[in-house]
């Protein structure tokens, strides 16, 4: 399973990164903002900073909503940098745009899915990524790991390619359910990945080891 780091912000990619665990980034257009990146120029600039402290592949989400825009962003996100993946939105334009870059050779993460239907259409417009936003499905009592699950299924039943990427992971269970269902990728905050190490017994357990090597060591 990979992990990706939901998060514009460079301290938690660095923190992530330094871990030795992290296979990528997403970003979208309200992380960039919660970081104060506006502006073209810093945008763009901060995508190749990301990149430049990653080695896997970079979300970057168009703000166009039609064919022609997305192609003009997404052939310009992409040529950034050899990490970025396109970001489109699962609308009809979207689609349409995921196709032309699936047959143009530039990886797409298809983003905003809710429903089993949009994962299929993703993956049959070719898409590299498809993100079902596990999170938010919870937040409005609705089953996320559910929506994994029947993705997981159907992508299986016709051996489609598009890998599953969770995302909107909200804690650490999060992330263990959707490894179960055996999602190719999980998208959350640091603490999501670094929760993963917390035990006390393993607190407990060190500090015992340590205390007992130095009664043996004075
Ligand atoms: C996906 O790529 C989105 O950036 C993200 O996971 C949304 O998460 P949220 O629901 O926590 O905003």
Redesign the pocket.
């Known amino acids: 399973m990979k992990f990706f780091i939901?998060t514009a912000n460079l301290n938690d990619i660095a923190e992530a990164q330094a871990l030795g665990v992290l296979d990528g980034v997403?970003?979208?257009p309200?992380?960039m903002a919660k970081e104060g990146i506006t502006g073209a120029d810093n945008i763009i600039a901060h995508y190749k900073k990301i990149c430049d402290i990653v080695e896997g592949d970079v979300?970057a989400e168009v703000i166009s909503t039609d064919f022609d825009g997305m192609v003009r962003e997404g052939e310009a996100l992409a040529a950034l940098h050899p990490q970025i993946v396109v970001?489109l939105p699962i609308i009809a334009d979207g689609i349409k745009a995921c196709k032309y870059f699936s047959d143009k050779g530039i990886r797409t993460?298809v983003?905003l899915v809710f429903s089993a239907g949009q994962a299929l259409l993703a993956a049959k417009a070719g898409a590299t990524y498809v993100?079902p936003?596990l999170?938010?499905l919870d937040?409005v009592s609705t089953d996320g790991l559910n929506l994994i699950a029947e993705i997981r299924q159907i992508y299986d039943n016709y051996g489609f390619e598009t890998q599953i990427?969770a995302?909107?992971?909200?804690h650490t269970m999060h992330v263990i359910d959707c490894a179960k269902i055996g999602s190719d990728v999980m998208?959350?905050?640091l603490s999501s990945i670094t929760g993963l190490l917390k035990h006390p017994l393993t607190d407990i357990g060190l500090a015992k080891f340590l205390e007992d090597y130095k009664k043996g060591n004075q």
């Open positions: 939901d997403t970003t979208n309200s992380l979300s970001k993460n983003t993100s936003f999170g938010r937040d990427l995302a909107s992971i909200r998208t959350g905050p």
